[in-house]
Protein backbone atom coordinates (compact mmCIF):
# COMPACT_ATOMS: atom_id res chain seq x y z
CA UNK A 1 0.00 0.00 0.00
CA UNK A 2 1.27 3.18 -0.88
CA UNK A 3 2.14 5.89 1.59
CA UNK A 4 1.88 3.59 4.33
CA UNK A 5 4.49 5.20 6.95
CA UNK A 6 2.34 8.78 6.17
CA UNK A 7 -0.86 7.27 7.14
CA UNK A 8 0.74 5.42 9.78
CA UNK A 9 1.70 9.42 11.11
CA UNK A 10 -1.73 11.09 10.31
CA UNK A 11 -3.65 8.68 12.26
CA UNK A 12 -1.12 8.79 14.77
CA UNK A 13 -2.04 12.51 14.94
CA UNK A 14 -5.80 12.01 14.61
CA UNK A 15 -5.93 9.71 17.55
CA UNK A 16 -3.65 11.63 19.69
CA UNK A 17 -6.82 14.06 19.98
CA UNK A 18 -9.23 11.66 19.88
CA UNK A 19 -8.44 9.35 22.26
CA UNK A 20 -6.52 11.55 24.90
CA UNK A 21 -3.89 9.48 25.70
CA UNK A 22 -1.27 11.87 25.42
CA UNK A 23 -0.69 14.63 27.14
CA UNK A 24 -1.05 18.43 25.46
CA UNK A 25 2.57 18.86 25.14
CA UNK A 26 3.16 15.83 23.21
CA UNK A 27 0.10 17.17 20.71
CA UNK A 28 1.76 20.04 20.33
CA UNK A 29 5.20 18.66 19.37
CA UNK A 30 3.33 16.30 16.70
CA UNK A 31 1.05 19.04 14.99
CA UNK A 32 3.57 21.43 14.76
CA UNK A 33 6.13 18.85 12.77
CA UNK A 34 2.83 18.36 10.51
CA UNK A 35 1.50 19.86 6.83
CA UNK A 36 -0.75 23.04 7.96
CA UNK A 37 -2.81 21.02 5.26
CA UNK A 38 -3.34 17.91 7.34
CA UNK A 39 -3.30 19.69 10.61
CA UNK A 40 -6.66 21.63 8.85
CA UNK A 41 -8.55 18.48 7.71
CA UNK A 42 -7.85 16.14 10.59
CA UNK A 43 -8.84 19.45 13.38
CA UNK A 44 -12.27 19.56 10.85
CA UNK A 45 -12.62 16.03 10.53
CA UNK A 46 -13.01 15.94 14.23
CA UNK A 47 -14.83 18.95 14.96
CA UNK A 48 -17.38 17.67 12.36
CA UNK A 49 -17.28 13.64 14.24
CA UNK A 50 -17.60 15.01 17.75
CA UNK A 51 -20.36 17.54 17.17
CA UNK A 52 -22.11 19.41 20.13
CA UNK A 53 -24.53 16.12 20.30
CA UNK A 54 -21.68 13.76 20.58
CA UNK A 55 -21.12 12.14 23.79
CA UNK A 56 -17.05 12.40 23.60
CA UNK A 57 -17.52 15.91 22.29
CA UNK A 58 -16.35 17.33 25.47
CA UNK A 59 -13.18 15.56 25.66
CA UNK A 60 -12.18 15.55 22.18
CA UNK A 61 -13.14 19.35 21.48
CA UNK A 62 -11.59 20.14 24.99
CA UNK A 63 -8.09 19.07 23.53
CA UNK A 64 -8.27 20.95 20.02
CA UNK A 65 -9.26 23.97 22.73
CA UNK A 66 -6.17 23.25 24.93
CA UNK A 67 -3.93 22.60 21.55
CA UNK A 68 -4.40 25.92 20.53
CA UNK A 69 -4.17 27.49 23.46
CA UNK A 70 -0.84 26.20 24.07
CA UNK A 71 0.82 26.53 20.79
CA UNK A 72 -0.40 29.53 18.36
CA UNK A 73 1.56 27.77 15.81
CA UNK A 74 -1.19 25.18 15.53
CA UNK A 75 -3.38 26.88 15.34
CA UNK A 76 -1.86 29.42 12.71
CA UNK A 77 -1.41 26.18 10.73
CA UNK A 78 -4.80 25.42 11.58
CA UNK A 79 -6.21 28.86 10.16
CA UNK A 80 -3.50 29.00 6.87
CA UNK A 81 -4.60 25.09 5.93
CA UNK A 82 -7.73 25.64 5.33
CA UNK A 83 -6.79 27.64 2.07
CA UNK A 84 -4.57 24.89 0.83
CA UNK A 85 -5.62 23.69 -2.30
CA UNK A 86 -6.10 20.28 -1.26
CA UNK A 87 -8.33 20.97 1.61
CA UNK A 88 -10.36 23.30 -0.59
CA UNK A 89 -10.60 20.13 -3.10
CA UNK A 90 -11.93 17.49 -0.35
CA UNK A 91 -14.45 19.83 1.26
CA UNK A 92 -15.83 20.84 -2.52
CA UNK A 93 -16.27 16.97 -3.06
CA UNK A 94 -16.78 15.19 -0.24
CA UNK A 95 -18.19 15.57 3.41
CA UNK A 96 -16.20 15.04 6.49
CA UNK A 97 -19.14 13.13 8.20
CA UNK A 98 -18.94 10.31 5.07
CA UNK A 99 -15.91 8.87 5.89
CA UNK A 100 -14.19 6.72 9.59
CA UNK A 101 -11.18 7.32 10.80
CA UNK A 102 -8.76 5.07 8.21
CA UNK A 103 -11.36 5.72 5.24
CA UNK A 104 -10.67 9.14 5.83
CA UNK A 105 -6.51 9.16 6.51
CA UNK A 106 -6.51 7.22 3.36
CA UNK A 107 -8.02 9.64 1.38
CA UNK A 108 -6.11 12.42 2.10
CA UNK A 109 -2.73 11.25 2.88
CA UNK A 110 -2.85 9.88 -0.53
CA UNK A 111 -4.13 12.99 -1.64
CA UNK A 112 -1.38 14.79 -0.42
CA UNK A 113 1.75 13.06 -1.02
CA UNK A 114 0.82 12.33 -4.82
Known amino acids: MAFDVEKREA ?9 GGMDTADIRSLYEDADPA ?3 L ?3 WLRNRYHA ?6 GVLGRIVALFGA ?3 VKRMA ?3 QSDIIVKWFEE ?7 DRDDFV ?3 VEKLES
Do not use: C, K, Q
Request: proline share 0%.
Open 11 to 19: AHLLRALED
Open 38 to 40: LVA
Open 42 to 44: LIA
Open 53 to 58: GHSASE
Open 71 to 73: SST
Open 79 to 81: REG
Open 93 to 99: NHSYSEF
Open 106 to 108: DLI
